[in-house]
């Protein structure tokens, strides 16, 4: 096993690697063919390049990876949660200019939101304005 840098140190995953480890966190750990079974109805990936991006995700901190058999099995380092928060943050400082109000408000003007989701967005407020 190869040393990785710390996930931490890397922001944002590209969308292939982010695909991966979207089937990784689903299954908990997996080697290179269950990652492939799991791909979506009409994805075709080979074999070496679902390898290799694993071991660039290795190499980025995001998974480990340990021996098994002839193989290895790949498990997540970071929670999809904290991917999320890491990502929200990026976007809000470089798309953004650290101004998350903007973002907030991108995303009300342009994303169709159910009235669940009005609700759910009315409650989250909510609960901050009662933190403080």
Do not use: C
């Not at 074999?47 to 058999?69: D, M, N, P, Q």
């Not at 903007?102 to 989701?117: F, G, P």
């Amino acid at each position: 096993m190869r040393k990785s840098k710390p996930a931490s140190d890397e922001k944002r995953l590209t969308n292939v690697e982010l695909e991966l480890m979207s089937i990784l966190w689903a299954l908990g750990e997996a080697n290179v063919t269950q990652v492939i079974a799991a791909l979506p109805a009409g994805r075709v990936l080979a074999y070496t390049s679902v390898s290799t991006i694993l071991r660039i995700l290795e190499g980025k901190g995001f998974v480990a990876a340990r021996r098994e058999g002839r193989g290895h099995l790949y498990k997540p380092q970071v929670t999809r949660s904290e991917y999320e928060a890491r990502a929200v943050k990026d976007v809000v400082n470089r798309v953004f200019q650290g101004v998350p109000v903007a973002m907030v408000r991108q995303l009300l003007d342009n994303v169709h939101m159910s009235d669940d989701d009005v609700r759910e967005q009315r409650k989250l407020v909510s609960s901050i304005k009662d933190r403080k």
